[in-house]
T-cell receptor
Framework: DGGITQSPKYLFRKEGQNVTLSCEQNLNHDAMYWYRQDPGQGLRLIYYSQIVNDFQKGDIAEGYSVSREKKESFPLTVTSAQKNPTAFYLC????????????FGEGSRLTVL | AQSVAQPEDQVNVAEGNPLTVKCTYSVSGNPYLFWYVQYPNRGLQFLLKYITGDNLVKGSYGFEAEFNKSQTSFHLKKPSALVSDSALYFCAVSGPNDMRFGAGTRLTVKP
């Protein structure tokens, strides 16, 4: 089945550690996105990529990094510089046309201990 | 800048009654508007979208939305609510490069 796979679903991290969240899609979509979800704040855009080897900062990119070496993959690294990393992270993709809907993964919940 | 607002954090309706979840938008140019639903600890699922054409858009699970240009609104509606419709609903607007979401409205349908 086509879709987006995020892993791990749950992740625990000690303060000061970097962690990487995986996002893989087999929908042949050009564009991929990372959002952060906190209670009562909706979804906030962290990074997005419209094409391989190119990505742009969203509204809350500080403390995060990404790469887009392959069309299918868009991993997100939460670095120790992120002050409040505990959150639910959502990856999404779509074709480059801005009339298309986003397809979401099931999310990764990161908890910093 | 493109943005949407959902004025209600919470909507409560009785099963079998009609439901409305409100959304207003602010865009420059043509608005491309979307509704998504999220169940606990899951990703968002697409319900419907307005790109152009008829102001009444029909989507999944019996939901529909009415685009109103003069009121800059895109309210989500369903004629008869089900308990299983209880979830978090997000309105969104698509820009040239990304998609912006409202804060979400929690819908609770009581038996």
């Amino acid at each position: 089945d086509g879709g987006i796979t995020q892993s791990p679903k749950y992740l625990f991290r000690k303060e000061g550690q970097n962690v990487t969240l995986s996002c893989e899609q087999n929908l042949n979509h050009d564009a991929m996105y990372w959002y952060r979800q906190d209670p009562g704040q909706g979804l906030r855009l962290i990074y997005y990529s419209q094409i391989v080897n190119d990505f742009q900062k969203g509204d809350i990119a500080e403390g995060y990094s990404v790469s887009r070496e392959k069309k299918e993959s868009f991993p997100l690294t939460v670095t120790s510089a992120q002050k409040n990393p505990t959150a639910f992270y959502l990856c999404a993709s779509r074709n480059r046309q801005n009339t298309g809907e986003l397809f979401f993964g099931e999310g990764s919940r990161l908890t910093v201990l | 800048a493109q943005s949407v607002a959902q004025p209600e954090d919470q909507v409560n309706v009785a099963e079998g009654n009609p439901l409305t979840v409100k959304c207003t938008y602010s865009v420059s140019g043509n608005p491309y508007l979307f509704w998504y639903v999220q169940y606990p600890n899951r990703g968002l699922q697409f319900l419907l979208k307005y790109i152009t054409g008829d102001n009444l858009v029909k989507g999944s699970y019996g939901f529909e939305a009415e685009f109103n240009k003069s009121q800059t609104s895109f309210h989500l509606k369903k004629p008869s609510a089900l308990v299983s419709d209880s979830a978090l609903y997000f309105c969104a607007v698509s820009g040239p490069n990304d998609m912006r979401f409202g804060a979400g409205t929690r819908l609770t349908v009581k038996p």
